[in-house]
């Protein structure tokens, strides 16, 4: 690893070059050799680290972020941390917009990094004048000097196919990786990961995971019934999804507890998608899919620490409910809170 025995000037140098971990206990059944990128050793625990820091480059060298800008972001799962991180260490003011179902631990924690954060409410369309989408478009032209980050990435696609943990796994295996195994609510992050490591080897199987009540095929994703669907933040139609070879779905409870047997037999602290990525290689590895040869390579993106209830935990789906059972009335009065 490239990261030991170095100096640093702040913890942004520590983005990338994350470890690739042997499983030695929980694949032992099974047949070929199996390695976990752990995206958790980035600063934010979370992968998203890569693109947060690359989108905010990009903006500087092209002019569009200045010294003593604002920089504006939508956030439904993690990127916010991702981004507001990123801009407290480049000293840039930065506001989180947020679905009202994020935690109150999660928006202390943004407003720790300094953060301001809106809360609008979770059940209101696109197209409402107080939906996160039109509330930050709003901030926008109201802050001066702020940057509104979108976060489908569509434009930045192909430079991120280098930016992506692929080019990292390519060479920490020698070019042996037969199987690439990530969560589909990688969003665009997958989708280059999977594009450069096709580009080296078209003959590598990329595997999708996803929840049963998540509807995917290979032209949408979109957003089921389910509370946390690992594929809603790609949204709209991803035609580079065909490079994905198959998907595979786990169920959201088997998961959670996948992600507590990899600390108790390896001793990796991951979270909840971590855990969907190690199930789907469980219930291929039973189902004999695996032959003697085959280097297979999970992606685990992200540490427990922000779904300590939920991986550690009984009571985040009970919480889940109590939420969901809101009176709308109650959250209209505050459709987004300062």
């Known amino acids: 690893m490239e990261h030991k025995n170095q100096v640093f000037d702040n913890v942004l140098h520590l983005v990338e070059e994350t470890p690739l971990i042997k499983l030695n206990k929980i694949t032992s059944q099974f047949n070929g050799e199996f390695y976990v990128k752990v995206e958790a050793f980035n600063p934010s625990n979370s992968s998203k680290d890569r693109i947060a820091l690359y989108i905010l480059e990009q903006a500087e060298k092209q002019g569009h972020l200045k010294p003593n800008n604002t920089v504006i972001v939508t956030s439904f799962g993690d990127s916010g941390f991702n981004i507001a991180k ?84 390519w060479k920490q295996t020698a070019g042996k990786i037969t199987h690439l195994v990530m969560c589909s609510w990688f969003g665009e992050a997958m989708i280059n ?49 065909e490079i994905i070879d198959e998907f595979v779905n786990v169920a959201a409870q088997d998961s959670t507890q996948t992600a507590k047997c990899i600390l108790e037999t390896e001793g990796l602290y991951v979270g909840h998608t971590s855990g969907a990525a190690m199930q789907a290689v469980l219930q291929l590895g039973k189902a004999g899919r695996f032959s003697k040869t085959d280097v297979v390579v999970a992606i685990f993106p992200d540490q427990s620490t922000r ?31 300062k």
């Open 86 to 169: 990123v801009s407290l260490i480049k000293s840039y003011d930065c506001v989180v917009v947020v679905s009202s179902r994020f935690s109150k631990s999660k928006i202390n924690l943004l407003k720790t990094m300094g953060a301001r954060v809106y809360v609008c409410a979770a059940h209101l369309s696109l197209n409402h004048p107080k939906s996160y989408y039109n509330v930050a478009k709003q901030l926008q032209i109201e802050i001066k000097d702020s940057m509104l980050i979108n976060e489908s990435l569509e434009a930045l696609n192909i430079d991120l196919q280098y930016k992506s943990s692929g080019p990292e796994i």
């Open 193 to 241: 990961t999977a594009m450069y490591l096709k580009a080296q080897n078209p003959n590598i199987n990329i595997l999708g995971v996803d929840v049963f009540s998540s509807v995917i095929n290979k032209t949408k994703i979109s957003k089921a019934h389910e509370d946390y669907t690992f594929a809603k933040t790609i949204g709209k139609n991803v035609t580079a999804l």
């Open 307 to 337: 779904y300590i209830n939920r991986v550690s935990g009984d009571t985040w789906r009970e919480d889940q409910r109590y939420l969901m059972s809101m009176n709308r009335e109650t959250i209209e009065k505050n459709q987004y809170i």
